[in-house]
C-alpha cells in the first residue's frame, strides 16, 4: 500500500482519480470527493433528477453544477433561515465585531459555517467581479466597492459579492423567480 501526504490525498480526489474508501457509487466506480460532497453527481442523469433545484440556482453566471450543488446539500431546508439575508452570516461570510467606545475597526470575516461552499461562492465572485465576468448587478456592485480604494478594497469587495450572492442563491431557491442581471438598467 502506498501512504501519500494529506495534499496529494486531496489533489488526487479533486482530479478524479480511483481512491479506495467512502465515496458515491458512479458508473460503477467508487470515488471519493473533497469533504464527502459529490462533485460528479450532476453530471449522473438521476443526480439532476434528484436535485432540479439546482438548475434554478445556476442561472447565475459563475455559478456551476458544484456550487449550486453544495448550496442546496449544506444548507438542507430554505425554510431554516427566517430572510435571506442570513444565510450570508450563517455562512460566515460577513466581518466579525469588535467595538469600544467609538472605536470600530473593520475586521476579517467570521469563517463560521461550511469552508468549502464559501470558498466556491468566493470562486464564484472572483469570475463575476473578474475579466470575463459578464455586466450584471453583482459585479457593478463589487466594483464600485473596489472603486472606493483603500486597503485590501478588492479583497472586500470579492467578499461582499460572494454575501449577496449566498443571498441571491437562497432567494431564487425559496420564490423560484428568473434571474435578471440587469435590473437596474442607467
Not at 99 to 128: E, F
Request: aromatic letters at 8%; hydrophobic letters at 40%; a positive charge.
Amino acid at each position: 500500500m502506498v501512504r501519500l501526504s494529506a495534499a496529494k490525498r486531496r489533489s488526487f480526489a479533486l482530479r478524479g482519480y480511483l481512491v479506495r474508501g467512502k465515496g458515491i457509487q458512479l458508473s460503477g466506480r467508487r470515488m471519493k470527493f473533497r469533504y464527502g460532497v459529490p462533485h460528479l453527481l450532476l453530471l449522473h442523469p438521476h443526480g439532476r433528477d434528484r436535485y432540479p433545484e439546482t438548475a434554478r440556482l445556476r442561472q447565475i453566471a459563475g455559478v456551476g453544477p458544484i456550487t449550486a450543488l453544495c448550496f442546496v446539500l449544506t444548507l438542507e431546508d430554505p425554510s431554516r433561515f427566517a430572510d435571506s439575508r442570513s444565510v450570508g452570516a450563517y455562512l460566515g461570510l460577513f466581518p466579525r465585531e469588535s467595538q469600544s467606545g467609538a472605536r470600530a475597526p473593520q475586521l476579517r470575516i467570521t469563517k463560521a459555517g461550511d469552508p468549502m461552499l464559501r470558498r466556491l461562492l468566493v470562486t464564484s465572485a472572483h469570475y463575476i467581479m473578474g475579466p470575463f465576468g459578464p455586466d450584471t448587478d453583482l459585479r457593478r456592485r463589487g466594483l464600485g466597492l473596489v472603486s472606493r480604494g483603500g486597503a485590501n478594497a478588492k479583497k472586500r469587495a470579492v467578499v461582499a459579492v460572494a454575501r449577496k450572492l449566498a443571498t441571491l442563491l437562497h432567494h431564487f431557491w425559496v420564490t423560484d423567480v428568473v434571474y435578471q442581471p440587469l435590473r437596474q438598467v442607467a
